[in-house]
Nanobody
Framework: QVQLVESGGGLVQAGGSLRLSCTAS????????MGWFRQAPGKEREFVAA????????YYADSVKGRFTISRDNDKNTVYLQMNSLNPDDTAVYYC?????????????????????WGKGTLVTASS
């Protein structure tokens, strides 16, 4: 059974930084893309970033490009989201996500329909 557990959320002032982590278990981590989505209060869940199984390919939402960086450590079964220059619009619950199929591309994860597994989420609050 695949499990995804996020950590690293918290409260930060606008302009600050946070790093989220997601540790996966239940299958061969390096075979699968991983991604991050977020859901702000009163809004639908939206794509943030995704990374291929090898870590060689990444894809970002336009709203975070240049500020957020996704990476992974396959030895630790962990994916990270480094978030810099946070602003109040980034306030949301952040979810780790992974597809059902190996070799799913990071770009194809952005629609959300390819995601089969979700973490429970971690809250990020950026105050003005």
């Amino acid at each position: 059974q695949v499990q995804l557990v996020e950590s690293g959320g918290g409260l930060v002032q606008a302009g600050g930084s946070l790093r989220l982590s997601c540790t996966a278990s239940g299958r061969t981590f390096s075979r699968y893309a991983m991604g991050w989505f977020r859901q702000a209060p009163g809004k639908e869940r939206e794509f943030v970033a995704a990374i291929s199984g090898s870590g060689g390919s990444t894809y970002y939402a336009d709203s975070v490009k240049g500020r957020f960086t996704i990476s992974r450590d396959n030895d630790k079964n962990t994916v990270y989201l480094q978030m810099n220059s946070l602003n109040p619009d980034d306030t949301a619950v952040y979810y780790c996500a992974s597809p059902a199929l190996a070799l799913t591309s990071p770009q194809s994860m952005s629609a959300g329909s390819r995601v089969a597994y979700w973490g429970k989420g971690t809250l990020v609050t950026a105050s003005s």
